[in-house]
């Protein structure tokens, strides 16, 4: 398990931070929805970069001016189709997207959790490429990774997507390793499919970060 970064390397003062990241189909949205559910508030940048590339979003008239006109949809959003195929085809293209991206779903993240710290006990923020992306660990107090085997991601995705499986493994394929995700995490919850398990470990993990957070308010005073 990794060491919580230092809270002098995170980028404003937020309150406490949980960074919660996981593998496509490992769950996420049903961990941060039971940690949001015990009172936690929640950050997530899927959102933020789904507004980012909506019609008319703040990311779009440098995405048309990197990768042309034909990559904005008719209604201003980005073509996710064409883009999807271009990142999986051409060598750089998904680095190009993120080089655009990453900055301003940092920015618009922090805003939001310096907002959400003001009434919760701690924030949680939902980075699915929180490996990937590298400097989003130093961002955070603690890295919350959700777990689960590659068989189990897969046959979810399949399941919500219609994907086939060859398309699916692609996808993982793009994304940290399982290992790697493990290696950065301070916390882990494994979910393959023991609901009262997953719930009991989520209700310990709240009654950890909220006393972190208790403690880090204590500490600011």
Known sequence: MATPSPASSRSEAVGFTVGLT????????????????????VVDTDLIAHTLTGPGGAAMEAIAGEFGPEFVA???????ARM??????TPGAKRRLEEILHPLIRSVADAQARQAAAH?????????????????????????????????QIERVQRRSGLD???????????????????????VIVNEGDEQ?????????????????????????
């Open 22 to 41: 996981g593998g496509i189909g490992s769950g996420k949205t049903t961990v941060s929805n039971a940690l949001q559910s015990l009172g936690a508030a």
């Open 74 to 80: 008719p209604d201003g959003a980005l073509d996710r």
């Open 84 to 89: 999807r195929s271009l990142a999986f085809a």
């Open 120 to 152: 919760a006990p701690y924030v949680v923020l939902v980075i699915p490429l929180l490996v990937e992306a590298g400097n989003w660990k130093n961002r955070v107090d603690r890295v919350l990774v959700v777990d689960c085997a590659v068989a189990t």
């Open 165 to 187: 499986a060859d398309a699916v493994r692609k996808i993982i394929a793009q994304q940290a390793t399982r290992q790697e995700r493990l290696d950065a995490a301070d916390d």
């Open 197 to 221: 398990g997953l719930l009991q470990r989520v209700v310990s993990l709240h009654d950890l970060y909220s006393r972190l957070g208790a403690a880090r308010r204590l500490e600011s005073l």
